[in-house]
């Protein structure tokens, strides 16, 4: 059986090639890991998607909000507005405006006749 020699090149090649292998490990991790670098882009995507979401959710509340402030002091447009939605306030009565063309002629008379009372 031959014996190990380990002088100083070789170990010093050895300790070279396990710290290029650990760095090389190390950069992996840091870019394909679970907290990499590819990780943080994909979360600053969302980041931008969410910010966009609410930038839009806030613009559509203060478009609600100064609806609501105008339907509180005007009276006419809430009542438009329930009129729209098919609301009828005590007292009014409702008139439908049918359409000619929509209206069947009415069924021909058949020898039947219904029963009398």
């Not at 010093?12 to 292998?21: K, P």
């Not at 907290?35 to 969302?46: K, M, P, S, V, W």
């Not at 806030?58 to 098919?86: P, T, V, Y």
Request: glycine letters at 6%; proline letters at 7%; one cysteine or more.
């Amino acid at each position: 059986m031959e014996r190990l020699v380990w002088d100083a090149p070789t170990l010093r090649r050895n300790a070279t090639y396990i710290l290029a292998l650990l760095c090389l490990v190390l950069l992996l991790q840091a870019v394909f890991g679970p907290h990499g670098f590819l990780a943080l882009c994909r979360e600053r995507g969302e980041v931008r998607v969410y910010q966009q979401r609410n930038q839009l959710r806030q613009r559509e509340n203060e478009q609600l909000e100064k609806e609501n402030k105008a339907l509180e002091s005007d009276r006419e447009r809430i009542i438009k507005r329930l009129h729209g939605q098919g609301y009828v306030f005590p007292g009014e009565t409702i008139y439908k405006q049918v359409n000619p063309s929509a209206v069947r002629a009415p069924l021909p008379a058949t020898g039947s006749q219904p029963p009398s009372k």
